[in-house]
């Protein structure tokens, strides 16, 4: 398997994800950088989480328009996996590659802790080694990571299954109290209709070891290593 990690003036976590892939893959990922228009083959490609251009704008809107993201829309178009953690979950809704978008939080704070989610589906390249309704511990470090979605499109994102994580308890229940920033149904992650892109607020990266105090996030990793080798 190769990989990709797309690097922007901003990004703070592209290294954490680099250090999550290496250790999944046992080789090193290509760290491109934005401005890059092309780069060579690979099996997926990571929009890592942070402060692209500050977040200016609107998080995620002009990275979303660098150079490089032309190449990530083509490739993801043919089939080519794409996840997006964080600022990487917000440049995709900007691009249209997930649906919805992703507002200030609820209580208008920014939240840095860790948080339960539940996997919606196993049946997925990037949760084949998690069970379906399994409750995982994940970090959220984010001030806009409340999904919104019109009530069309979240009926489509259901029927489809296309809700790849929601906030909940420790014990899997989805409750309001479990809701750590407003997104509706509780919805901590997206898939596009193929399940071949995922925006994700939570970062499995920063739980992939446990020296970082714990390891919910390496299956994840070691999951999608084995879908794409």
């Known amino acids: 398997m190769k990989a990709a990690v797309i690097v922007f003036p901003g990004s703070n976590c592209d290294r954490d994800v680099q250090v999550a892939l290496r250790k999944a893959m046992g ?9 890059e228009t092309d780069f060579d ?7 890592p989480g ?3 251009y500050g ?14 993201m032309n190449e990530v829309i083509r490739r993801a178009g043919k089939g080519v996996a794409v996840l997006g953690i964080c600022n990487g979950f917000q440049m995709l809704t900007e691009t249209g590659l997930v649906p919805g978008t992703l507002m200030r939080n609820a209580d ?8 339960d989610i539940k996997v919606e589906t196993s049946q997925s390249l990037f949760t084949a080694k998690y069970e379906q309704d399994q ?18 499109t979240l009926a489509a994102l259901e029927d489809r299954g296309q809700v790849a994580f929601r906030y909940c308890d420790a014990k899997g229940n989805v409750t309001p109290e479990a809701n750590p920033n407003g997104s509706q149904r509780n919805i901590a992650g997206v898939y596009n209709e193929t399940k071949t892109v995922l925006g994700l607020m939570p970062h499995p990266e920063r739980l992939a070891d446990p020296k970082l ?17």
Do not use: T
């Open 55 to 68: 977040d200016y704008l609107r998080c995620g809107a002009i990275a979303a328009n660098s150079p490089v």
């Open 27 to 35: 080789q090193e990922p290509l760290m491109v950088w934005h401005k």
């Open 41 to 47: 083959a690979v099996d997926l490609i990571v929009l």
């Open 108 to 115: 208008l704070r920014y939240i840095c802790r860790d948080v």
């Open 50 to 52: 942070g402060f692209s």
């Open 135 to 152: 409750a995982i511990r994940i970090p959220v470090a984010h001030h806009d990571g409340n999904y919104f979605a019109d009530d069309d």
């Open 213 to 229: 105090g714990g390891s919910d996030g390496k299956p994840f990793f070691d999951g999608l290593v084995e879908a794409l080798s």
